[in-house]
Each structure stands twice: as structure tokens, then as C-alpha cells.
């Protein structure tokens, strides 16, 4: 009777009461009954279909929601740890940084320290070397004063000696003379003796002969003593003459080994004034020498200076490289949580909304499906997708809307499910802290849709 109802309501007033047969009228209703029940099972079997083909898609999105998130938790996990491995990375880049900069000061100080000791070893050498040339110097000025003193004193003796010649050669010339001369008056006055003493022996040979030869004997024996001095003198003279002679080629002598004493003197004059020179020279060089090596030492340690401050510097560079790229990773992986976040929470809501309004539909589609009649004007067809309205839906068709909305909303999630790359960006050294993952899973992938 509860199904006559509505056909009664759906029948035309003047029907009702027209006197119909009861027989006509249950046949009627029979007929309508069993078109009902055929649409009934058509509409069950349709629903079989359906519910096989949302079993099959809901195990299907499970499926695929379960790979979504099993990607989402590796991707999660790749980017832990490759922060991980960057931040050992960057550590032991710093590690080593700071050991080749020890290392390199370390090399710095001991090549500093070496040229300061070759430097301090060479500046005694040329102390040594200065001070020796200093003596030599000094020994040389000496030289030159002692030999000027020789030369005045050669030259006073060699004028002394010019004098002594010349007055050597004067006393003998004049002794000489005189000798012959006083030879010669000796000789003559002898002679004039003679013959006066042989003239008065004759002549008073006879009247005093006896006086006269006594007188005569004692004049002889005193020209003979006078005579023997005579000799004595000239021997004396000559004696002297010998002495002086002997005294002049002693002398000459002596001028001739001051002289080659001089050339000698001279020579070493010319040798110690060539040493001189050449030590000056040396001086000179081993000073160029000296500021050469202090100039190489000054270059070499402002070079080792200026490459240890670029070590430093491009260590400083690649530290802060690292730390950018660091601060990049941790930047993104905060990223890539906070949006992972985001879709796992605003794809719990979606699911959840769809997932209530299906149950709800279905609730609908039953209390619908238990109240509807058998009539098919309740039947809406939909003609063109340009004449859809959802007020104008079944609820079987809701339901079939929501579910192909809630298949595409999946199959869209898992499509465009975006590549993961690196892209360098600038950062503050707030984006260093690695944000915490916070939420659950969707739950609408491990319910199964009936």
C-alpha cells in the first residue's frame, strides 16, 4: 500500500473516479511493479559494477597515495642525508682549510726564520770580511806612512850621499894634489938638498971635514927621520885615501840596496794599492750583495705574505661557499618540508570532505533509492554537458561526480608531482635551522571506499 501511494498521487484526478475493474487495476499495478523491479535489478547490478570498479580505483589510489608518500619519505630521507654528508663535507673542508693554513703558516714562520739565519750568517760574514778589509786598510795607511817616512829619509840619505861624493871626490882630488904636490916640493927641496949639501961638501969638504961630515950625517939622519914621516904622512894619506874609497863604494852599496829596497818598497806600494782596490771593490760588491739578498728576502717573504693571505682568502671564499650552499640545502629541505606539510594537510582536508560527502550521498542515494517510485519521469537525463546543474542531478550521480572528481584529484597529485633541483639563492643565516616534518600521512589512503 505504501507503494500505491505514490502512483495514486501520480494518477489524473478524474482516474480515480472512474469505477475500474479490481482486476484491471492490480494488473496495472503488477505490470508497473515488475518494470520497477527490472529497473530495480538493472540499477543493482549497475551498482555492483560501479562499487567493483570504486574498489578497484580505490585500491588503485591507495596504491598510488602509498607511493606518493613512500617518495615524499625518500625524497625527506635523500635530503637529510645529503645534508648530513654536506654539513661532514663542509666540516672537513674547514678542517682541512685549517690545517694547509697552519700548515702554511708553519712553512711561512720556517722560511722566515731560515733567511733570517742566512741573512744574520751572511751579515757576519761581511762584518768579518769588512773589519778584515778595515785592517788591511789600516795596515796600508801604515804602509803609506812609513813609506813616505823611508822616502824623505831615503831622500835625505841620498842627498847626504850626493854630498859625501862630492865631497869625498873634492878631499880626494885635493889630497891627491896636495900629495903630488907636497911629493913633488918634497922631492925637488931633496934634490935642492942634495945638490947644496953636495955643493957645500965640496966646498967645505975640505975645511971642515971632519965637523962637516958629522954635520952632514946628522942633516942626513933628519932629512932621512923627515923623509921617513914623509912616508909615514903619505902612507897615512893613503891609508885614508883606501878608508874613504872603501867608505864610498860602501856607501855606494848601501845606495844601491836602498834602491832596489825602494823598488821593492814600491812595489809593494803598487801591490797593497792594487789590493786595496781590488778589497774596495770586493767591499762594495759583497754590499751589493748584502742589500740584493735583503731586497730577495723582503720580496720573497711579502710573495710568501701575499700568497699564504690568498690561501687565506680563498679559503675564507670556499668556507663561505659552503656555508651559502649549506645555507641553500637547509633553506630548501625547510621547503620542501613546509610544502609537504602543507599538501599532506590540505590533501588530509580534500579527502576528508570528499570522503564525508560520498558517505553522505550514498546515505542520500538510499533514502532516495527506498522512496522513489517505479515511474521513469523521475528520471533526468542529461543531454549535453552545457545543461548541467547540480540541483538537477541524481544522487547517483553525485556520487559518481564526487568519486571521478576524487580519482582525478589523485591522479593530478601523483602527475604533477614536481622534479627536485637545486637552485642557487641568497640567504640569511636564519634559514640554518632544519625545520621538524609535523603531521601524519592522509588517512583516505588506507581506507578502502565500499
Do not use: C
Amino acid at each position: 500500500m505504501a507503494l500505491l501511494k505514490p502512483i495514486a498521487q501520480q494518477l489524473p484526478a478524474a482516474d480515480m473516479h472512474q469505477q475500474l475493474p479490481v482486476d484491471n487495476l492490480f494488473y496495472v499495478e503488477n505490470q508497473r511493479l515488475k518494470i520497477a523491479l527490472a529497473e530495480r535489478v538493472e540499477q543493482v547490478t549497475q551498482l555492483r559494477l560501479e562499487v567493483q570498479i570504486l574498489m578497484h580505483e580505490t585500491e588503485v589510489t591507495t596504491r598510488e597515495n602509498f607511493e606518493i608518500t613512500e617518495y615524499m619519505r625518500k625524497e625527506l630521507l635523500h635530503k637529510e642525508d645529503m645534508n648530513i654528508r654536506t654539513r661532514a663535507a663542509l666540516q672537513e673542508e674547514q678542517q682541512h682549510s685549517a690545517a694547509e693554513l697552519a700548515a702554511a703558516k708553519q712553512l711561512a714562520a720556517a722560511n722566515e726564520q731560515q733567511l733570517q739565519n742566512d741573512a744574520a750568517l751572511r751579515e757576519e760574514e761581511l762584518g768579518r770580511e769588512i773589519v778584515d778589509l778595515k785592517e788591511q786598510v789600516a795596515v796600508v795607511l801604515e804602509y803609506k806612512a812609513k813609506r813616505q817616512f823611508v822616502e824623505d829619509e831615503f831622500a835625505a840619505l841620498r842627498q847626504e850621499n850626493e854630498r859625501l861624493k862630492a865631497e869625498l871626490a873634492s878631499q880626494a882630488k885635493d889630497l891627491e894634489t896636495k900629495f903630488l904636490e907636497k911629493a913633488a916640493r918634497l922631492k925637488k927641496g931633496h934634490e935642492e938638498q942634495v945638490e947644496a949639501l953636495k955643493r957645500t961638501a965640496e966646498l967645505d969638504a975640505e975645511e971642515r971635514t971632519d965637523a962637516s961630515i958629522r954635520r952632514i950625517l946628522t942633516q942626513n939622519k933628519n932629512l932621512t927621520d923627515e923623509l921617513a914621516m914623509h912616508v909615514e904622512v903619505t902612507e897615512g894619506l893613503s891609508k885614508d885615501l883606501h878608508e874613504l874609497d872603501a867608505d864610498r863604494r860602501r856607501l855606494q852599496r848601501d845606495l844601491a840596496i836602498k834602491s832596489e829596497v825602494e823598488q821593492q818598497m814600491a812595489m809593494r806600494g803598487a801591490l797593497q794599492a792594487r789590493t786595496l782596490k781590488e778589497g774596495a771593490s770586493h767591499m762594495a760588491q759583497l754590499e751589493g750583495n748584502l742589500a740584493a739578498v735583503l731586497s730577495g728576502f723582503k720580496a720573497e717573504r711579502g710573495n710568501m705574505k701575499a700568497a699564504t693571505e690568498q690561501q687565506l682568502m680563498e679559503s675564507e671564499g670556499e668556507q663561505s661557499s659552503l656555508r651559502r650552499l649549506l645555507k641553500l640545502k637547509n633553506h630548501e629541505l625547510a621547503n620542501i618540508r613546509k610544502l609537504a606539510q602543507e599538501v599532506l594537510s590540505h590533501r588530509s582536508d580534500v579527502e576528508a570532505f570528499l570522503l564525508s560527502s560520498i558517505h553522505q550521498v550514498q546515505k542520500a542515494a538510499q533514502n532516495d533509492h527506498a522512496i522513489q517510485t517505479a515511474s521513469h519521469k523521475d528520471k533526468q537525463i542529461v543531454k549535453s554537458s552545457s545543461q548541467i546543474d547540480i540541483k538537477d542531478l541524481s544522487w547517483d550521480d553525485r556520487e559518481r561526480v564526487l568519486r571521478l572528481l576524487f580519482m582525478k584529484i589523485n591522479s593530478q597529485a601523483r602527475n604533477e608531482l614536481p622534479p627536485h633541483s637545486l637552485k642557487p639563492q641568497q640567504m640569511d643565516s636564519s634559514s640554518e635551522r632544519i625545520l621538524p616534518l609535523h603531521g601524519a600521512l592522509s588517512g583516505a589512503a588506507r581506507i578502502a571506499l565500499v
